[in-house]
């Protein structure tokens, strides 16, 4: 059982950047591959980041590419989220996600967070 909080949503204006941190409770944290997703209202969740369980291999959505990056540290069972160059569509609710071998499909993901909202003003 894995038990995710996301945390470091919050209000940023455009080209601003933002970190976002997700800590895990359970021991197998390190066995899990991590994703952050995210969803816009109105939209579906969609796929942002995700990075396997040893940290050395990672994947990014189109949308974030070059402007985000995700990482993790196992010994603070914790994985992150940094956000550059901040625009408008990037402003949705942020979930942290946890699933052994997952890719990029939420239905690969067992454990969710409740979320971080996320918002870029103009």
Known sequence: QVQLVESGGGLVQVGDSLRLSCAASGRTFSSYTMGWFRQAPGKEREF????????????????????????????????????N????????????????????????YNYWGQGTQVTVSS
């Open 48 to 83: 942002v980041a995700n990075i396997r369980w040893s940290g050395r291999s990672t994947y990014y959505a189109d949308s974030v590419k070059g402007r985000f990056t995700i990482s993790r540290d196992n010994a603070k069972n914790t994985v992150y989220l940094r956000m």
């Open 85 to 108: 160059s901040l625009k408008p569509e990037d402003t949705a609710v942020y979930y942290c996600a946890a699933g052994a071998g997952a890719t990029t499909y939420r239905y690969e």
